[in-house]
């Protein structure tokens, strides 16, 4: 069993940045792959942003160059820097962790990117 936890939400101005951190508990982190997901109030969940258990990214087009993900095993927690936020950027992001076949799901935070 893992829990994940996000923090770091919050409201934000365009062009501000957010840094999302995931804590995960219960089992052996860098085994998983962890992602970012996000989602709007009457749209899909989609994924962000992945970081495999080998420290490869990969991003969805709307951030690439906007956003980082990271990760750092011996705190057992998932990153993502957001930067250049735009209104289109609101959502609750959810934090993900995958060892086939299972798989983990936060709470989620909720990000608005408003004046």
């Excluded at 957010?18 to 969940?45: D, H, N, V």
């Excluded at 087009?61 to 057992?76: E, M």
Aim: glycine share 12%; aromatic share 10%; charged share 15%.
């Amino acid at each position: 069993q893992v829990q994940l936890v996000e923090s770091g939400g919050g409201l934000v101005q365009p062009g501000g940045s957010l840094r999302l951190s995931c804590a995960a508990s219960g089992s052996i982190f860098s085994i998983y792959a962890m992602a970012w997901y996000r989602q709007a109030p009457g749209k899909q969940r989609e994924l962000v942003a992945l970081i495999s258990s080998g420290g490869s990214t990969n991003y969805a087009d709307s951030v690439k160059g906007r956003f980082t993900i990271s990760r750092d095993n011996a705190k057992n927690t998932v990153y993502l820097q957001m930067n250049s936020l735009k209104p289109q950027d609101t959502a609750v992001y959810y934090c993900h962790a995958g060892a086939s076949p299972t798989a983990y799901w936060g709470q989620g935070t909720q990000v608005t990117v408003s004046r």
